[in-house]
Nanobody
């Protein structure tokens, strides 16, 4: 079974940028999608982006579109969440998650951003946006 580890969290001033990494133990043939979720204090774990690791196509949730992007590096078995224009409300714990065997078209669906669709999770990395 694939394992995931996030890194790159930390303290950033408002307006700053940060890139989070999600490194997988393997990009298996079955692994199809890696998504990023964040859990802000007192809220559910919400999806912010998802990527098809085979094609590199990504989908960004409207709540962060224009500020967040996701990419992947197959050779490094890593997916990235690039964040710019960070705001205090972006503070939270960021998790990456993986799922398998989804069709290429799945990236266009809302399910791609649903935490219920993912089987494997990393332990999370904390992001704090504060001056």
């Amino acid at each position: 079974q694939v394992t995931l580890v996030e890194s790159g969290g930390g303290l950033v001033q408002p307006g700053g940028s940060l890139t989070l990494s999600c490194t997988a133990s393997a990009f298996t043939r079955e692994l199809s999608n890696i998504a990023w979720f964040r859990q802000r204090p007192g809220t559910n774990r919400d999806g912010v982006s998802c990527i098809d690791v085979r094609s590199g196509d990504a989908s960004i949730d409207p709540s962060v579109r224009g500020r967040f992007t996701e990419s992947r590096d197959v050779a490094k078995k890593t997916a990235y969440l690039h964040m710019v224009g960070l705001r205090s409300e972006d503070t939270g714990v960021y998790y990456c998650a993986a799922t398998i065997d989804k069709p290429y078209s799945w990236i266009q669906s809302r399910q791609c951003h649903s935490r219920h669709e993912y089987e494997t999770w990393g332990p999370g990395t904390r992001v704090n946006i504060s001056s």
